[in-house]
């Protein structure tokens, strides 16, 4: 029988291993090291939302979510989160793992009173959560991406009604 999957927040232990999840998963050591700066980041940073998998004793994945706000065209400021980054030890990809992770994530966001999520990421895949193009909603990225790969979800209806505007990420982001 396979072992068990438990997804639950992380813990001052666990650093270690995000960081070689995030590092083995992106191939590469800056998505890595941005949560390690994110957690730094007493503004953004909510230990509730940095989450992960385990099997056994090994964690297998991790999901963060940190604070942003989304700038409008009249200067109001809106609370949000980004989801960024999510990473899945390769050798348990396309088990599941990370759609568990996403879920998760949601519902403790949702529980916390966070209105809305933003995300990066593949529009084939995001979807499936209730992720739409953020442009629904006229949200821009600060940055240049593809308007399917630009997404939000609002966690309570109307969680995003009369938001609109460009979204501000921590500085941290800006390293990746
Ligand atoms: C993106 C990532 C976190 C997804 O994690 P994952 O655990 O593989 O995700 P899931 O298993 O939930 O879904 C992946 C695919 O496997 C499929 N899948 C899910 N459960 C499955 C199962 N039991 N058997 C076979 N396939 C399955 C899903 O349908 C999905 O396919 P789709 O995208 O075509 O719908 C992982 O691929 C990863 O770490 N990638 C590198 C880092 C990265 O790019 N992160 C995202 C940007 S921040």
Avoid: C
């Avoid at 909510?46 to 009249?74: C, D, Q």
């Avoid at 609370?79 to 793992?97: D, N, T």
């Avoid at 809305?116 to 909603?137: M, N, R, T």
């Amino acid at each position: 029988m396979a072992a068990a999957i438990s997804i639950r927040q992380e813990t001052a232990a666990d650093f270690a291993a995000v960081f070689d999840v995030n590092r083995l998963a992106f191939g590469q050591d800056n998505e890595a090291r941005l949560v390690d700066a994110l957690r730094a980041n007493e503004t953004a940073f909510v230990p509730e939302l940095s989450i992960v998998a385990v099997i056994g004793a090994i964690v297998v994945g991790h999901i963060l979510f940190t604070k942003i706000t989304i700038r409008g065209s009249n200067g109001n400021l809106h609370g949000s989160l980004a989801l960024a980054p999510m990473a899945v030890r390769p050798e348990h990809q396309k088990q599941g793992i990370g759609s568990q992770l996403v879920r998760k994530g949601l519902a403790v966001a949702s529980g916390l009173g966070f209105q809305s999520v933003i995300v990066v990421g593949h529009e084939q895949y995001y979807p499936k959560f209730g992720f739409e193009p953020a442009e629904k909603w006229n949200i821009k990225a600060p940055f240049e991406v593809p308007s399917d790969a630009f997404m939000a979800i609002e966690l309570i209806a109307d969680g995003l009604r009369n938001v609109s505007g460009m979204v501000v990420y921590p500085a941290e982001f800006e390293s990746v």
